[in-house]
């Protein structure tokens, strides 16, 4: 006794201590509102919690990685718009470049209209008799004053001259052209035209060569096709006579019974030679027949009347279902009514009851010290 003693004392001790820690977790679980409140496992939205914090975590990585790839994108992007910007920079300059060295404006056409040294380069109104400038407009030439009117009509019949030798030697010159390359296209079309013609001739005697190459391969294998069905109709001939001629001699055309005898034994026969079962076998034959005939016909009999039977049982199966289905069907009516009848009174007496409640018993409200006893322990 004196050994269990102090053992006992431990398990005691162990086991009111595993109460008491029992007792204090219950209280916090309890006690804790946020838990009492939701009613679920706040370990279990924890772990919920996590995984989607870690979800976010990797949606995160991941979006800064498409972040990353595309502040990459962006930056090959400004290069090549960078390139190309640098690129017709330079076209830019090089036009800029060739225009002023090979397109300067005092070789236009057009540049004595807006040269601004114009008022500089120009001359007086009237510098002698023929100035061709002095026009009626101007006021520095009059009609009756044409002192120079030969020299003028000279210089216009040179002109007109000297136009129509232009005109007649550049006409010359197109017809030259044209000439030349009229007979430049003759030359070449004559040279293509002979060179289709010898391409069509060399193609004529292949074509004939291939022709006759052809024809007399084909003359020989006809030769030799016609040679080898001559030989083998008269083998074929050769051998149907000998055929015809056996068979004449032999037992087949003579039904001779005896040729259908097996080496086996009597009772069986060799089916190439066999002419046919004798009357009796025939019979016998006839009766296993009818036999099966009739045998069949009875089978087909108790078919026909176990299906009879199995039709005659479905349809009392079906109508004994249809009467337990409006039986069931007229007891469920009226239990829905006889509970309907109970839910009326139960809702009437609910009513009554809450009247008398809010009336009579919920009265007086409690204070707060009707609430400070409680919660203070976790029974």
């Excluded at 090959?76 to 017709?88: G, H, S």
């Amino acid at each position: 006794m004196s050994r269990l003693g102090p053992q006992r004392d431990l398990q005691e001790a162990a086991a009111l201590e595993r109460r008491r820690q029992q007792e204090l977790q219950r209280q916090k679980r309890i006690f804790n509102a946020r838990v009492r409140t939701i009613g679920i496992d706040k370990d279990a939205l924890d772990a919920q919690v996590k995984d989607r914090k870690i979800q976010e975590a990797a949606e995160k990585a991941r979006n800064e990685e498409l972040a990353n790839e595309m502040k990459q994108n962006d930056k090959i992007m400004c290069m090549l718009e960078e390139r190309q910007k640098n690129d017709i920079r330079n076209i830019n300059k090089a036009i800029s470049e060739f225009q002023k060295n090979f397109q300067k404006p005092e070789t236009r056409r057009e540049f004595d209209l807006s040269d601004p040294q114009a008022l500089k380069k120009d001359r007086p109104a009237r510098l002698s008799d023929n100035d061709p400038r002095c026009t009626v407009s101007g006021l520095q030439k009059f009609m009756g004053e044409d002192l120079n009117y030969h020299q003028r009509v000279k210089f216009q019949k040179e002109q007109l001259r000297e136009w129509s030798l232009q005109q007649q030697r550049d006409l010359k010159n197109a017809l030259a052209d044209q000439k030349y390359t009229d007979d430049l296209h003759d030359k070449d079309r004559i040279v293509l035209d002979q060179k289709t013609m010898e391409q069509q001739r060399k193609e004529e005697e292949n074509r004939r060569a291939v022709c006759a190459a052809t024809k007399d391969f084909n003359r020989s294998q006809a030769a030799e096709l016609a040679e080898r069905k001559k030989l083998e109709k008269n083998q074929k001939m050769k051998d149907d006579m000998d055929e015809i001629s056996s068979l004449l001699r032999g037992d087949l055309l003579s039904e001779n019974p005896e040729q259908a005898v097996s080496s086996f034994g009597r009772h069986r026969v060799v089916t190439d030679r066999w002419k046919g079962m004798s009357q009796d076998q025939l019979m016998a034959i006839r009766y296993s027949q009818q036999e099966q005939v009739l045998e069949k016909q009875r089978i087909k009999e108790e078919e026909r009347r176990r299906n009879a039977e199995w039709d005659r049982q479905t349809i009392q199966a079906a109508r004994a279902h249809l009467l337990l289905e409006r039986h069931q069907r007229r007891q469920n009516r009226e239990r829905r009514r006889a509970l309907d009848d109970v839910n009326a009174e139960l809702s009437h007496e609910q009513k009554s009851k809450n009247i008398h409640l809010r009336e009579e018993e919920y009265s007086n409200f409690p204070t707060g010290q009707y609430y400070a006893q409680f919660n203070t322990t976790s029974r």
